[in-house]
């Protein structure tokens, strides 16, 4: 157990649909990431928030926007749901702004399905 | 720029040795190590931050060499626990993302 908890763990719905995945990253922890897994593409970075600022932007699409809140935690809020969407979305966190020196720690993973 | 890792995949029996490789066309300034066991999380392995550098993580070790942009993975006398796909990471210089590798599936057979 990494420490980070995700929820949900699975989840499935319909295209055009709007999904917010949540992240609590471990205690003291004040960078949160978020990655996308698809099976072709491996683990795509998609944004970093460090003590509820963003501090890194990777491959997120303008329909996807995440923010962390005063106690850490994360959302991912993913709208007008594709096909392509469907993927597992993680969320990892560090001790501090990550970079070279920082472990990352993985929760265990939302499950998007889009149908 | 995302590493490029290598073999894609990698059947071996217990008891034989692997390595993999990771290689990119930009500086690097350290590489990360993680394993992602079948319907598990990525679990860290190692970094590696100073050119020629070995770490070692059970019977798991690696190497970076900065002149030629790469990093290797080495497993010695593969265990069954060490199947699953191993991903390599590199961050940019001034940034704080991890851009990993497409992964190599390790799978060890009795």
């Known amino acids: 157990d990494s420490g980070v908890t995700q929820t949900p763990k699975h989840l499935i719905t319909a295209t055009g649909q709007r999904v917010t995945l ?3 990253p471990r205690s003291g922890d004040l960078s949160v990431y978020w990655y996308q897994q ?3 593409q491996g683990l795509q970075f ?3 928030y460090y003590n509820g600022e963003e501090r890194a932007k990777g491959n997120i699409l303008e329909r996807f926007s995440a923010q962390q809140f005063p106690d850490l935690h994360s959302e991912l809020n ?3 749901l594709e096909l392509g969407d469907s993927a597992l979305y993680f969320c990892a966190s560090s001790p501090d702004g990550g970079g070279h020196t920082g472990e990352l720690f993985f929760g265990e993973g939302s499950r998007l399905t889009v149908l | 720029q995302q590493p490029v890792q ?3 995949a990698v059947i071996l029996r217990e008891g ?3 390595v993999i490789n990771c290689s990119s066309s930009k500086a690097l300034y350290s590489v990360h190590w993680y ?8 679990v860290f392995l190692m970094i590696l931050l100073k050119g020629g550098e070995q770490k070692g993580h059970e019977k798991i070790s690696a190497s970076f060499n900065e ?3 790469q990093s290797s993975l080495y497993l010695t006398a593969s265990q069954l626990s060490y199947s699953g796909t191993y991903f390599c990471g590199t961050p940019a210089a001034g940034s704080y993302q991890l851009t990993f590798g497409k992964g190599t599936k390790l799978s060890v057979i009795p």
């Open chain 2, 35 to 42: 394993r992602q066991k079948h319907g598990e999380a990525p």
């Open chain 2, 67 to 69: 002149k030629k942009q």
């Open chain 1, 22 to 24: 949540r992240c609590s």
């Open chain 2, 16 to 18: 034989e040795d692997a």
């Open chain 2, 6 to 8: 290598s073999p894609q």
């Open chain 1, 38 to 40: 698809s099976l072709d």
């Open chain 1, 46 to 48: 998609l944004i970093q």
């Open chain 1, 78 to 80: 993913l709208s007008s």
